[in-house]
């Protein structure tokens, strides 16, 4: 048989524990991984193109069939110029089936001898998405789990005004609640 290498395209913004995952699984059965990271001019990322490929590359570091690229335009045309026979996609539930289905079936009409393979993560991860973690943590809530360590740190760094504030509300909370505590047991 062939040498089947595949595509795993995304924005990657950020990358999540799901993510990973999934290229860790698509490592064990393609002879050669490509992650292709989206470099997307519509919409604003919160993390940079060059941020991304940081990001991916340290945390794939240990899997050596895998590659980290950049890619614009048709996703299909940069599949073909790495010689990419397979996409890789991943399906949490059932409510990603939709997009997913739609977007395989454009890029088979765009591109008939690519095909389209999904792949499921852990089902820990099935919740987990790119769009909550930034949502979470743009308020300084807790993303530990979400998104590996490296990850959660540059959120840490780049959004360290809401993680500062976020936790000094939950101390002026906790000070508070024990403060009504004591008093109540003062009363009794
Ligand atoms: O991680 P995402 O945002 O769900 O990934 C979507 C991605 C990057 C795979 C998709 O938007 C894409 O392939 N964009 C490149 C442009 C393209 O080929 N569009 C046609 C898709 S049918």
Do not use: W
């Not at 060059?50 to 895998?66: G, I």
């Amino acid at each position: 048989m062939s040498k089947v290498s595949a595509l795993y395209p995304g924005s990657f913004d950020p990358p999540t524990n799901g993510h990973l995952d999934l290229i860790e699984r698509g490592a064990k059965i393609f002879e050669e991984l490509v992650v292709g990271i989206l470099r997307n001019t519509e919409k604003s990322p919160m993390f940079s193109l060059a941020e991304r490929l940081e990001m991916l590359k340290t945390l794939t570091a240990h899997l050596k069939n895998v590659r980290i690229e950049a890619f614009h335009g048709l996703m299909v045309e940069y599949a073909k110029s790495i010689d990419a026979t397979c996409v890789l996609r991943g399906i949490r539930a059932v409510s990603d089936y939709e997009y997913e289905l739609q977007m395989a079936l454009m890029n088979r009409k765009l591109e008939p001898t690519l095909e389209t393979v999904f792949m499921m993560p852990a089902d820990k991860y099935s919740y987990v998405s790119s769009r909550l973690v930034r949502e979470v943590a743009q308020i300084g809530g807790p993303v530990k789990g979400l998104v590996p360590e490296v990850v959660e740190q540059k959120l840490r760094e780049k959004l360290e005004p809401a993680y500062k504030f976020h936790d000094e509300m939950q101390e002026a909370t906790a000070r508070s609640s024990g403060a009504k505590e004591k008093k109540r047991k003062r009363r009794v």
